[in-house]
């Protein structure tokens, strides 16, 4: 083909008949070709290869299909500057900023919530407040000696912590309750406990115990112990069972123990170890 016009688009559909040569010696394949003045080349409609902008809203529909992007750059993927950047060379993701530092690195603020119905979970146990780190932004648990929170909301009989028989200096608090929706059982003043004690570990032949306990009423009368011996702290709870908080000599375990299933109980730690 000569006296082609510049910018001439050209469909070719079969190349069994052509020769790589000349102004053809791109045409190796079937599609869509243009003339540049001096030879035909490849009309590339991929999305790859040059810059653009949408003309309206688009929807990608994946199906069943999935959708992966490869790279092994640093700020490999990004979106609007510093919103959201990808590392792929070190395997980071950066919010606020494209140099991440960390697994997930922000910079500005954070917010963690479920749902509504997970904003009253039936238990909760051992919980650990998070620490951040002042030099670096790391987070992480929060080192020993911060107040920590165990029980929840109809537990059941469970261990609420354990505790290293010796180098150990724990204040406890705690509420325990009756709750059964009921205005006949949760009128019942035997139903309210609150109290408090120390855990003290010395790793002495009698490594670790419960000292200075208090444990009232909902009157904040005294209440009346069936035992409390250091290791074990005792009441009944008028028609509503046998309460026992225990602390294993061996293991360390504190344990709270209770056979009325619409039990709820919280204990609060303060102290180190």
Request: aromatic share 10%; hydrophobic share 35%; proline share 4%.
């Amino acid at each position: 083909m000569i006296s082609i016009p510049p910018s001439t688009l050209i469909y070719v559909n079969n190349i069994s008949t052509g020769t790589l040569a000349g102004n053809a010696i791109n045409i190796d394949d079937t599609g869509y070709y243009y003339f540049d003045s001096s030879k035909w080349r490849k009309l590339d409609t991929s999305l790859y290869n040059e810059n653009g902008n949408l003309s309206e809203n688009r929807i990608v529909t994946q199906g069943s299909k999935t959708l992966a992007f490869t790279g092994t750059a640093k700020n490999s993927f990004s979106v609007d500057g510093n919103t959201l950047s990808v590392d792929a060379a070190d395997n980071k993701v950066g919010i606020g900023n494209i140099s991440p530092v960390t697994t997930l690195d922000i910079e500005g603020t954070a917010r963690l919530s479920p749902n509504i119905a997970a904003n009253t979970p039936p238990k909760l146990f051992n919980a650990r407040p998070l620490y951040i780190n002042n030099n670096n932004g790391e987070i992480s648990y929060a080192p020993k000696g911060f107040t920590t929170v165990s029980g929840g909301y109809r537990p059941g009989s469970n261990v609420l912590a354990t505790f290293p028989v010796k180098n150990t200096l724990v204040r406890v608090r705690f509420v325990c309750f009756v709750d059964a929706s009921s205005d006949s059982n949760n009128n019942i003043n035997e139903a309210y406990t609150y109290g408090s004690f120390t855990i003290i570990g010395r790793g002495t032949s009698n490594p670790v115990k419960m000292i200075d306990v208090n444990v009232k009423n909902v009157d904040g009368t005294p209440k009346s112990l069936t035992n409390n011996d250091g290791t074990s702290i005792e009441w009944d709870n008028y028609a509503l069972n046998h309460i026992t908080i225990s602390l294993n000599q061996s293991t360390g375990q504190l344990r709270f123990s209770n056979s009325n299933t619409v039990f709820s109980y919280m204990f609060e730690f303060l102290g180190g170890t």
